[in-house]
């Protein structure tokens, strides 16, 4: 745990994965996140094309931190949510830039969860914090993994409050999660690494 309070000193980057029900999930936790933040939320959930700008208009809405529209290159920078666009995977550059990949689906999605979370675990390592919520598919399961042994810190949502507990409840049983938290406690603990910073 001592170990899991130094990263948090050092977050970067907060890398938040869903599927079906982690709209819910995102809405009691994203709002209520104060300004300002020392690091960046990219949020990566499947979603059909149709539904493109219905999350981006919700969260900017909503909550007190300005919502980004990825576009390619686009810069990362704290105190923003980024929003990862439908039909894409979100890749993480040496530069701190944002990219998208048309290249095939993985687990049936595009972006995918697993792949964001090995790219941003290949570029922010210890300075990352992975967050994955409720969702119907084993998506993000082999992206917490990476996030782990590069010494970030991996977060589930606790498939009791998830509205589908398929996901959380596949990585909890193939990994090992260093916190499983409710959609309370999360928005408990993002605000706790903002107050280490």
Do not use: W
């Not at 980024?82 to 890749?91: G, K, M, Q, R, T």
């Not at 530069?95 to 290949?122: G, M, Q, W």
């Not at 409050?161 to 596949?170: G, I, L, Q, T, Y």
Request: charged share 20%; aromatic share 6%.
């Amino acid at each position: 745990m001592e170990e899991n309070k130094r990263v948090i000193k050092d977050c970067k980057v907060v890398i938040i994965g869903g599927s079906a029900g982690s709209l819910q999930a995102l809405l009691q936790i994203l709002p209520f996140i104060e300004k300002p933040i020392s690091f960046a939320i990219v949020i990566v959930v499947h979603r059909k094309q149709s539904d493109e700008q219905t999350l981006e208009a919700l969260l900017a809405l909503k909550s007190q931190l300005k919502v980004k529209e990825v576009e390619d290159k686009v810069k990362l920078e704290s105190g923003f949510i980024y929003i990862a666009p439908s039909n894409y995977h979100l890749l993480f550059e040496k530069n701190e830039t944002l990219s998208l990949d048309t290249s095939e689906k993985i687990n049936y999605s595009r972006p995918s969860i697993d792949v964001s979370f090995e790219s941003a675990a290949e570029i922010y390592g210890t300075h990352l914090i992975g967050i994955l919520l409720s969702g119907s598919n084993s998506d993000g399961t082999i992206g917490l993994r990476a996030i782990q042994a590069v010494g970030g810190i991996s977060v589930v949502q606790n498939p009791l409050s998830a509205d589908m507990p398929f996901m959380p409840n596949n990585a909890i049983l193939h990994t090992t999660p260093d916190f499983v938290l409710s959609t309370d406690e999360i928005l408990e603990f993002i605000k706790e690494i903002n107050q280490a910073l």
